[in-house]
């Protein structure tokens, strides 16, 4: 099926999200949307959703202008929708998913779960998902969970398929098999709008690439384009993506971390018995599918979360850490960048420059006796918000209300600033954008060229193997294996998904 979207234009308030844009999908063509984070991709794909209703354009399948009120409408059109977060009922097997909502009724008005079954196998064996249509959604892994939600699409019909950031929660091998589905969709016929911020996606699989930017069209690219290209189109400005590393002199010991243990708010073991070690001058990665222990051991690792008793310690320059208060950790020597700036990260009511302090109000630079010491703080907001070039009118203006690239950049100045034996940095460049988290890698690189011990925190592969000396990959809480920077994507890949090296 042919979609056209015509002036589309959608308003928050006084944002505008999309902004006139004009994109027309061919039958069986792979699009690309790519742009930044808050570029306005979401809500495109929510108003051809029928999500939100546009404050002006249209959108025309085979070429009739369409009026959607609600999801319901779309999916009768032939949209289909898989979002960032899916929405299957976890102890439902994977037939009764698929059908829920839409049930197949037998002779005497009974759930017909033969003919589900039988649609999700046909489905299932046509596009090689491989999905048994009698498991149950919570035993089976993210990826395949993935397939479903693109099964129940198919079986509703679907002829656009539109995929929102589906790679974020895969491992390279499940990205490349799902790559290898769109690919069998779009040859049967169907359309597939597919987004991401990754440029190595894009590349591999579109036919056509439309990059949006501050809610409008800003350029179509072909998938030959370079990453740097792609890169310049979506930030607006030249980008270079290579972080200079030079080879590591490695010093002693910072951080030991033995046979720790750690729950997670469900009271699960979320680390199992990891062990490893850091060293002062070397950037130790922790790679991993989301969601594999690595927040609960960041948050075990900063005293947010207490670790297992009768397991092992976390050792930091001799000290023994494991358990005491969040604020001993700091004063031993931890920089910490959180995964969730909003949580764990910035005060959104507080300014900038209070933000900048709240790490160190307790000692110097920012204090004189008791009182708060405000010209040095100000000079000192001065110098971090140029140096770290946080786009803002003052250092007064509330953190919150800086937009996301720009909160994470106040965290990476305040905590690269401090003068620590160890930098923990966990997904430090989440909604950053591209051309800035060239800037933070180099920071970081500097940070272990200055003979810190860093552990990167990073689901991001490309930004693992940009940075790492060393790999450890974690799966379902427990370390697959520490392995070489120089290790191929592929063996990491396996070990995201368990298999030790
Ligand atoms: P993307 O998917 O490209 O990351 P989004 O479409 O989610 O971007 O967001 C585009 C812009 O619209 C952002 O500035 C975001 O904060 C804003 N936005 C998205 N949804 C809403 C909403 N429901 N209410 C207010 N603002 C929103
Ligand atoms: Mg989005």
């Known amino acids: 099926m042919k979609l056209e979207l015509r002036g589309i234009t959608k308003r928050f308030g006084s944002l505008v999200a999309n902004e006139n844009i004009n994109l027309v999908v061919e039958s069986g063509e792979i699009r690309s949307l790519l742009g930044e984070n808050g570029a306005g991709k979401s809500t495109l794909m929510n108003v051809l959703y029928g999500l939100y209703q546009a404050d002006g354009g249209e959108i025309l399948l085979d070429g009739k202008v369409q009026a959607f009120k609600g999801p319901g409408d779309a999916m009768a059109a032939g949209i289909g929708m898989v979002h960032q977060h899916f929405m299957l009922i976890p102890v439902f097997t994977v037939a009764e998913n698929v059908v829920l909502g839409n049930e197949p009724v037998n002779a005497i008005g009974g759930l017909d779960l033969d003919t589900a079954r039988a649609r999700v196998k046909e489905i299932s064996d046509r596009f090689g998902f491989d999905v048994d249509p009698d498991a149950l959604v919570e035993d089976l892994p993210v990826g395949i969970q993935q397939r479903v939600e693109i099964i129940k699409a198919l079986t509703r019909n679907a002829k656009v398929l539109v995929l929102d950031e589906p790679t974020a929660v895969l491992t390279p091998q499940e990205t490349d098999e799902l790559m290898q589905i769109m690919r069998e969709l779009a040859k049967s016929g169907t359309s597939i709008i597919f987004i991401t911020h990754k440029l190595r996606e894009v590349q591999a699989v579109a036919d056509k690439i439309t990059v949006i930017r501050q809610g409008k069209v800003v350029g179509e690219a072909d998938p030959k384009a370079s990453a740097s290209e792609l890169a310049s189109l979506m930030v607006g400005r030249e980008v270079d993506l290579q972080v200079e590393k030079a080879a590591n002199k490695v010093g002693e010991v910072v951080l030991s971390v033995a046979n720790v243990s750690v729950l997670d708010d469900r009271e699960q073991r979320a680390v199992d018995n990891v062990s490893f070690e850091v060293r002062a001058g070397e950037i130790l990665a922790i790679a991993g599918v989301q969601g594999n222990g690595q927040t ?18 976390i050792t930091l320059g001799g000290q023994v850490l494991n358990n005491l208060s969040v604020r001993k950790h700091l004063e031993a020597g931890i920089g910490y960048v959180p995964e969730d700036r909003k949580k764990d990260g910035l005060v959104s009511e507080f300014s900038i420059a209070e933000n900048f302090m709240l790490n160190g109000s307790f000692g110097k630079p920012f204090t004189k006796g008791i009182n708060i010491d405000f010209a040095s703080r100000d000079e000192i907001s001065a110098k971090l918000i140029e140096e770290f070039d946080v786009r803002t009118q003052s250092a007064s203006t509330p953190a919150g209300k800086l937009s996301g690239g720009n909160q994470q950049k106040v965290v990476v100045a305040r905590e690269l600033s401090r003068d620590v034996k160890l930098l923990i940095a966990s997904q430090p460049t989440r909604g950053v954008d591209v051309g800035s988290i060239e800037f933070i890698h180099e920071r970081i690189v500097a940070e272990r060229d200055s003979g810190r011990a860093v552990i990167l925190i990073s689901t991001e592969l490309d930004e693992v193997l940009a940075l790492a000396d060393r ?19 592929e063996t990491l890949g396996k070990m995201m998904a368990g298999v030790a090296a």
């Open 471 to 489: 790999i450890a990959v974690m799966y379902r809480g427990r370390i697959v294996g520490i392995v070489d920077a120089k290790t191929s994507r």
């Open 296 to 313: 609960e051991l960041s948050e075990a690792l900063l005293g947010l979360r207490h670790t297992i008793k009768g397991g092992g310690d």
